[in-house]
Structures are given as C-alpha cells and as structure tokens.
C-alpha cells in the first residue's frame, strides 16, 4: 500500500511541478511524516525526483519560449555550488532552523506577489542588455538558494519560482528558468543523499518506480501549463507560496 501511495503522490506533485514549479516540498514532508523515513533516504528519494522534475520540465518549458537561457545558467552555476554546501549544512544545522528560514523568505515572497499582481509583466528580457552587475547578482542569489534548498529538502522553484517573479520575470518564464535551476540543485543533493543512503537496498529499489510516475506527472503538467495565463498563474503561486510557508512555520 505505502509503494502504492509514493507512485501516486509523486504522479500528482510531478503534474503541480510542471503547471506552477512549486509542491516539490510535499515529498520530504510525506515520507517523513506519514512513512517515517529517515531524513537522509527521504531527501534522496526527493532530489532524484526533482532531478527529473527539472530537466522534463525546463525542455518543455524552453520548447514554448519561457526560458532565459543566459540568467538561468548563471544562476544555476551558483545552484550548484549551493547544493553542494547544502548538503553538508544539512548534518550540521538544525533542519528546523532550515525550514524556518526557507518558508519565511517563501511567505515573503508569496505576499510581495500578491501586492504586485495588476501591474505590468517584466516582458521577455534581452539577454544582451544583462549587466554584468545583474549576472553577479543571479550567481549569489543561486548560491543562497541552492544551500538553502538543499539543505531543508525544498526542490528550488517553491523559492526560486516566487523571487524571479518580483525581480520582473513573466511567471510562466520563471517557472521554466526555476525548473531548469532546480536540475543543478538536484544533481548534487540527491548524489549525496543517495551516498548517505548506499547501504539500504529498498532504497534503489524504489528510484525506478518513483522517478516514472514523477516524469509521468511533470510532463502532462508541463505541456499544460500554457493554459493558465500570467496573472492566474502568478494568484497561484502567491497563495500557495503563503499558504504553504504558514501551514509549515506555524503548525
């Protein structure tokens, strides 16, 4: 029955991933709140997951126009260096001093969207005319939300998705680039996790399975993320971004 349960909650948050970027969070909350496993395995199992979730997600999302290669890379490479801290923060901070951290910058975020909904979409950005000042700071701001994310088992858009949207992205192009961003997020946590976890057998038995019905998911929500114009998309990323932060800082 529980083998039951991950293949259809990972379909369900593959298909919220590919429509918004956010719900990635749900997998390490499940497996650890209602299977009871361990931090490490369910961080692997989480990450493989969000590996899978990027790379289907960003193509589809690169194939319909909504994906700024050029910032997107930059602050990826600061993702993967992030990643790679925040695997190691993670044995050695609290992982509720981490979550506190993460849900507090979502909820801000959240409320900051909500506040600018009505006023102009950023518009496609010229990759040409990014300041080399502007690219500093989308390496620093992955470096911060690559740690962060990887260390509390946030999959990245949850957070990336929200911030690109208050620095003027369109939504749907900040669903594509948090996807793609998320991949270097993913491929160094979830190696590492899965090293911690090397020795349980069950554990790799599971990988298959799970990373089929999240790929199943992420595509049919990817290819149907067009239909939800800018506006809707970004009311459903502000409530649930606020939703979500509330429901883990205060319950």
Request: glycine share 12%; aromatic share 8%; proline share 4%.
């Amino acid at each position: 029955m529980s083998i039951i349960l991950i293949l259809l909650l990972n379909l369900a948050v593959g298909a919220c991933i590919g429509l918004t970027g956010i719900a990635g969070f749900l997998l390490p909350m499940f497996y650890t709140g209602f299977l009871g496993m361990p931090s490490s395995e369910a961080l692997a199992l989480s990450f493989s997951a969000f590996l899978i979730s990027g790379v289907l997600g960003s193509v589809t999302y690169y194939k319909a126009g909504n994906l700024e290669i050029r910032p997107a890379a930059v602050m990826s490479a600061g993702s993967l260096l992030g990643a790679l801290a925040g695997v190691r923060v993670n044995l050695l901070i609290p992982e509720d001093t981490m979550q506190v951290i993460l849900y507090a910058v979502v909820l801000i975020s959240g409320i900051s969207i909500l506040l600018r909904i009505g006023g102009k979409d950023g518009g496609k950005k010229d990759a040409a005319a990014i300041s080399c000042g502007k690219l500093c700071f989308y390496f620093l701001l992955g470096i911060l939300t690559g740690a962060v994310c990887a260390a509390s088992g946030a999959g990245g858009p949850v957070l990336v998705m929200p911030l690109l949207t208050l620095l003027g992205f369109p939504a749907h192009t900040a669903v594509g680039m948090s996807l793609f961003n998320s991949v270097f997020i993913a491929l160094p946590a979830a190696a590492g996790y899965l090293w911690h976890g090397a020795d349980d057998k069950e554990l790799f038995l599971l990988l298959i399975p799970v990373l089929l019905a999240h790929g199943i998911g992420v595509a049919a929500g990817s290819r149907n993320a067009a239909r939800i114009n800018q506006t809707a998309l970004k009311c459903i990323v502000a409530a649930g971004s606020i939703a979500i932060a509330l429901v883990k800082l205060f319950l």
